[in-house]
T-cell receptor, first 112, second 115 residues
Framework: QKEVEQNSGPLSVPEGAIASLNCTYSDRGSQSFFWYRQYSGKSPELIMFIYSNGDKEDGRFTAQLNKASQYVSLLIRDSQPSDSATYLCAVNGSSNTGKLIFGQGTTLQVKP | ETGVTQTPRHLVMGMTNKKSLKCEQHLGHNAMYWYKQSAKKPLELMFVYSLEERVENNSVPSRFSPECPNSSHLFLHLHTLQPEDSALYLC??????????????FGPGTRLTVT
């Protein structure tokens, strides 16, 4: 089992729709969860982080965390073509090194 | 701009060359990281430094040699690389290391091609 799993996609949604990106992780001791956006040929850009169970909203983005199910998701409301990118889920390891373990990413395509 | 810069942005080197990648962060962070990103693979953590001390070496071959002279600068020295080392090399920094994690901010990366 991979430590952090994401469906590679592509996930295709029409403009204006809600895009739902999912991530599961194996380390029950993980405390911090991050979502990065990576455009083709660019480096990852942090867009959300969440530490507590429940929802965290920032503009059009909502991160959802369920530690019991070891599941974290990212919702993008009113999806725009500019949201088309690969979204990386990252989870901190339970060691004390601040090590982040990344999933392979989900490619999102927002069609006009 | 994330406050993390990397040079060069692109590098082509032969298998017998020696080159260095440079990373500088202007965020006042105490932890710095090197990652490798190959096509179709997750980001792989290579090295972690905290206050200039290496705290993790993730089973990286010795042809990659990191150096952290101060908390703002990080280097990756390369020698006798293999073609499979061609990848995007990313530097990141965070405020601290610690349980619970701190957000990491990435530089633009160096696209390395080994011929």
């Amino acid at each position: 089992q991979k430590e952090v799993e994401q469906n590679s996609g592509p996930l295709s949604v029409p403009e204006g729709a809600i895009a739902s990106l999912n991530c599961t992780y194996s380390d029950r001791g993980s405390q911090s969860f991050f979502w990065y956006r990576q455009y083709s040929g660019k480096s990852p850009e942090l867009i959300m982080f969440i530490y507590s169970n429940g929802d965290k909203e920032d503009g059009r983005f909502t991160a959802q965390l369920n530690k019991a199910s070891q599941y974290v998701s990212l919702l993008i409301r009113d999806s725009q073509p500019s949201d088309s990118a690969t979204y990386l889920c990252a989870v901190n390891g339970s060691s004390n090194t601040g090590k982040l373990i990344f999933g392979q990413g989900t490619t999102l395509q927002v069609k006009p | 701009e994330t406050g993390v810069t990397q040079t060069p942005r692109h590098l082509v080197m032969g298998m017998t060359n020696k080159k260095s990648l440079k990373c500088e962060q202007h965020l006042g962070h105490n932890a710095m990281y090197w990652y490798k990103q190959s096509a179709k693979k997750p980001l792989e953590l290579m090295f972690v430094y905290s206050l200039e001390e290496r705290v993790e070496n993730n089973s990286v071959p010795s042809r990659f040699s990191p150096e952290c002279p101060n908390s703002s600068h990080l280097f990756l020295h390369l020698h006798t690389l293999q073609p499979e080392d061609s990848a995007l090399y990313l530097c990141a920094s965070s405020q601290e290391l610690g349980f619970g994690g701190y957000e990491q901010y990435f530089g633009p990366g160096t696209r390395l091609t080994v011929t």
